[in-house]
């Protein structure tokens, strides 16, 4: 069973129906009890960083949350999800993230359009299984205004470019986030969520 992080910052039914439409048991529960029984762990998101980190620490799930991701279960984060990942966010001033990747997610400088809203590639840079079978210049569904810049470019899995390369996917172990929404990628997003999925039955 794959549980969904409800903490009021996501579109949790749409990943969890695609999580089903690929066979995979979902729920979406704010129960830091359901969240550890969990074979995996999805904390999805949109919407601003400080408000989030808020969210998390006033319902108790900000340690469940790491709790879950240092129990070596897989952990996926997504949008938002992805970036409280960080060390901190800068949106309406400093404020701290769950630590788990160096780095702070900060807003795209003057340039293109803000929001990054649309379709954009990925360029992959390390094999990962979150990844697999996912072809390079393939395209996924992005909507943000702010990117995750992080002097640990190890944890960089693929980046897409908008005015500059910023982390699209990164990952540590059995830890991954994106910052696109898989649930609204069709068939190549789907197929990260299959891929995600298969790392939990393992």
């Known amino acids: 069973m794959i549980a969904i992080v409800d903490y009021g910052r996501g579109n949790l039914r749409s990943a969890q129906k695609a999580l089903e439409k690929l066979g995979f048991q979902a729920v979406i529960t704010e129960d830091p009890a359901v969240i550890s029984e969990a074979k995996g762990v999805i904390l999805p998101g949109v919407g601003a ?13 900000v340690e469940p ?100 390369e910023f982390p699209a996917v990164v990952g540590r172990g059995q830890v991954f986030g994106v910052q696109f929404h898989p649930e609204k990628s069709s068939s190549l997003g789907m197929k990260i969520l299959e891929n995600f999925g298969g790392l939990v039955e393992k």
Not at 72 to 82: D, E, H, R, V, Y
Not at 89 to 94: A, C, F, I, L, W
Not at 117 to 146: A, I, R
């Open 65 to 164: 949350v790491l709790e879950a991701i240092r129990s070596g279960k897989p952990f996926l984060g997504i949008c938002l999800g992805m970036q409280v990942l960080f060390e901190q966010g800068e949106e309406h001033g400093t404020h701290q993230g769950l630590g788990v990747f160096p780095g702070r997610v900060v807003k795209f400088p003057p340039g293109p359009k803000v929001p990054h809203m649309g379709w954009n590639q990925l360029n992959l840079k390390q094999d990962t299984p979150l990844l697999t079978g996912f072809p390079e210049g393939g395209t996924c569904y992005f909507v943000h205004s702010f990117y995750a810049a992080t002097s640990d470019w190890d944890v960089v899995l693929a980046t897409s470019d908008y005015g500059l």
């Open 49 to 61: 960083f400080a408000d989030a980190m808020r969210q998390l620490r006033e319902l108790g799930l």
